[in-house]
């Protein structure tokens, strides 16, 4: 049975029984409460877009992912797989992508990034599907991993648990603006902190909010730049 997933609190259910923005026609909600909630984020993107025409394949995409791509290139972040690493690549590199980029018709959402109001989209440049390719070491990549962790569970999908299926990754926001390095570690660092809150035991709910992230933000700007990191008086907080 086909199922999809709330925007806000990514519960799944039958398309029938989740509500769908009235306006973009992309984002479905499980109650009023969750689109109430989602709208301040939501909002940023969300337009008026004709009915999908695409294949059967693009329809079985997540529907916040149906939308139009923006009509210039936008700043990304690349986050390289092991093999990528061990060959002197860096962990995280500014990354131009096109209007024309596939992360547009079949880039992965980051429901935990959502949670907290800081959505981002994720593409695999390998398009194998990781339930049935081969695995190897080199193509871990447990940084994107933590990027695709639900929210409700602290853990990604059973599919992008198996080690050596991700591979090297793009990365941009949802909502168009550029993303940098800077951005994307200051996210990944908060993330890890969610996590390890799962490890403890401890409910991370009173984390998952704009307003925790971005006061997180900003204490660890401040911290990066006196341990010499300049490249951090650049990063603009909110993002």
Sequence with gaps: MSVQSCSKCFREGPPQQLMRCSRCKTSVYCSSICQSTD??????????????????????LRPSLRRAPPSHAVVGVTIACNAERAQGAPALQTSIVQPSHPIYR??????????????????????????????????????????????????????????????????????????????????????????????????????????SFQTFCQRYKDERIKSGYTDFGMMHVPF
Excluded at 39 to 60: D, V
Excluded at 143 to 165: E, F, I, N, V, Y
Aim: include cysteine; charge should be neutral; hydrophobic fraction near 30%.
């Design 39 to 60: 709208w301040p984020t939501h909002k940023s993107r969300c337009f008026p877009t004709a009915q999908p025409t695409a294949s059967a394949s693009s329809m079985s």
């Design 106 to 211: 079949c880039g992965l959402p980051s429901p935990i990034s959502h949670s907290f109001g800081f959505p981002l989209l994720l593409y695999r440049h390998i398009t194998d599907d990781p339930s049935k390719m081969i695995r190897h070491p080199g193509l871990d990549n447990q940084t994107a991993m933590h990027l695709l962790s639900q929210p409700s569970t602290g853990s990604p999908d059973s599919k992008w648990k198996r080690a050596g299926c991700i591979g090297t990754v793009t990365v941009i926001r949802q909502d168009g603006q550029p993303l940098t390095c800077e951005a994307l570690e200051t996210t990944l660092i908060y993330v890890d902190h969610i996590l390890d809150l799962f490890l403890e035991g401890v409910s991370p709910w009173h984390q998952l909010n704009p307003t």
